[in-house]
């Protein structure tokens, strides 16, 4: 017997209730008049108002259009705005949106219906389409758009500003100037998105499912691949066949020395004689992101005793920081006790001398082997925006993106943000032995505490990440990435060859 639920309930007739005579099933349920998979775009907008710290004025927002190539016929991957979807929750190009705040009235604006366009590509989102999938107070065709500006404008603009994110966003209007402020939208929605919901953390949760399928799948069956690329084709293609279609970000599957290149996206090269691979690869759902990295042995066991004891120290590193997560603590204080462990790790392993860790630690010679912060929002973005940069260090932000060289002082500015309810991040400490990196830290003051003939041993090893994306809870944490690590993914990769 096989039971399929739909995810659209309507419990209206008996007809609701499917029984075939091939012994099959189907039950279709729905709910009439609740706003089950609708996105929270209202509850979305009042927050943003909320954080405005405004009683009136008119929110606008333009989605993101339909563009080719520069000088081409094919267009790139749709991609919505981020702005744009968290106030909507359409992911459809040429749409508009405006958010009356004093009379708590969000609209969103679809393209007005185009023939051609239908008869090539399909109809355009229609305004009862538009409102199954979102709970906004209105869907309106794009004719309307400019007349209900105007009319908004004549009542209130004199007295009230219309919020734009960009100057170069603004509505038209050949009647009137219009009054605009392009300072405060951005901070403001930048501090709601901080902060997940309850649907948004559904989407992120269901997105960490599909990858984490993803990567089981490239555990089982590793042992029959021979190059970076099939990584990432067999990563790609569970991730396309549960219906996530995008990733949330480039595909890193760098095995030997391309572990060390924390944005190695070319993966082109063999896996013959490397002995581990670094795939940091998340899928997206309905614009949702998750980030998610695994460090494979490409061997039935650890490659090397070096490989293991690396992977050893990095796994260590993220446990002991996702164990302290909770609300109230200080992200960057996670930041820090990572590097801790890292250098405790690298003294036993000779690759740091045994001056005193304070000295080492302040001479900054750790980001030479943990270059990037440990961790960043997750959400609509892969690097999600928020309220301040969770990781700042005196004035300096260690994010994923923008490498923490220098002394790791605590300055003992305690303005640095705090975790709060809500909030997911990664947590994705690492250590590479990058040779580039190695050679450039042998001109440096901190050179002084690295055995650089010691780590250069290391180089083949590349680097090992891991990275999990985590839920900040009432009571402390939820871990929403459920692809195998440690011990459960050597004994996955085991019963891959077991089973061959
Ligand atoms: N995938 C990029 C990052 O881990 O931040
Ligand atoms: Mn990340
Ligand atoms: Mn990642």
């Known amino acids: ?18 029984i075939r005579s091939d012994d099959t099933c189907h039950i279709r349920l729905t709910l009439a008049g609740t706003n089950v998979d609708k996105y929270p775009a209202k509850q979305h907008a009042r927050k943003v108002a909320t954080k405005l710290g405004v ?20 267009p790139p ?34 393209p007005d219906f185009d023939l051609h366009l239908a008869i090539w590509m399909g109809p355009t989102l229609t305004v009862d389409e538009a409102q199954n999938q979102t709970d906004v107070d209105r869907v309106r065709y794009f004719a309307a758009l400019q007349h209900d500006i105007e009319c908004w404008a004549s009542k209130y603009n004199a007295s009230y500003p219309i919020y734009i994110l960009h100057d170069d966003q603004k509505p038209v209007s050949p009647s009137s100037r219009l009054q605009l402020n392009d ?25 960490n499912y599909i990858s984490g399928l993803a990567h089981r799948k490239v555990l089982e069956s590793i042992h029959r691949m021979s190059t970076e690329a099939e990584i990432e084709s067999s990563f790609l293609a569970t991730c396309v066949s549960h219906n996530a279609k995008n990733q949330a970000y480039p595909i890193i599957a760098g095995s030997g020395e ?26 997206e759902w309905k614009c949702y992101a998750s980030d998610v990295t695994r460090t494979i042995p490409l061997w039935t066991d650890w490659p090397s005793d070096r490989a293991k004891n690396i992977y050893q120290i990095v796994e260590d590193m993220q446990e002991e920081c996702i164990g302290r997560i909770r609300k109230g603590v200080r992200f960057r204080d996670l930041h820090l006790l990572a590097h801790d462990i890292a250098i405790k790790g690298l003294q036993r392993l000779n690759i740091f001398t045994d001056d005193n860790l304070s000295k080492i630690y302040e001479s900054g010679a750790s980001a030479v082997f943990f270059p990037h912060g440990l961790g960043h929002h997750v959400g609509l973005e892969v690097h999600d925006v928020s309220e301040r940069p969770i990781t ?3 004035g300096r932000q260690a994010c994923w993106s923008s490498p923490s060289f220098g002394p790791l002082i605590d300055d003992g500015s305690w303005s640095a943000p705090l975790l709060e309810e809500g909030m997911i991040v990664t947590i994705e400490p690492g250590i590479y ?33 891991i990275e999990d994306d985590i839920l900040v ?7 929403l990435t459920t692809a195998p690590k440690g011990e459960e993914m050597l004994e996955i990769i085991r019963r891959g060859i077991d089973n061959s």
């Open 1 to 18: 017997m096989r039971a399929n639920i739909s995810s659209s309930m309507h419990v209206s007739s008996s007809s609701a209730v499917d």
């Open 55 to 74: 009683t009136a004025g008119l929110i606008y927002l333009v989605g993101q259009a339909a563009i080719n190539w520069e000088d081409s016929d094919q």
């Open 77 to 110: 991957p749709f991609r919505q705005r981020r702005y744009f979807y968290y106030l909507s929750g359409i992911n459809e190009p040429d749409c508009y949106l405006t958010y009356d705040i004093q009379a708590d009235l969000l609209t969103l604006y679809v």
């Open 183 to 207: 300072e405060k939208l951005l901070p403001a929605m930048n501090a709601a998105r901080t902060i997940k919901g309850e649907y948004e953390i559904r989407m992120i949760r269901q997105a």
């Open 258 to 283: 391309n572990a060390a290149v924390l944005h190695y996206v070319k993966n082109n090269e063999p896996l013959d004689g490397r002995q581990l691979v670094c795939l940091d690869a998340g899928a």
């Open 392 to 394: 700042a260090l005196g």
């Open 433 to 465: 032995f990058n040779r580039l990196a190695l050679l450039n830290a042998r001109k440096q003051p901190a050179a002084k505490y690295i055995n650089f003939e010691e780590a250069e041993k290391y180089i083949p090893i590349g680097g090992v990440r």
């Open 473 to 479: 809870t009432a009571e402390g944490y939820e871990n």
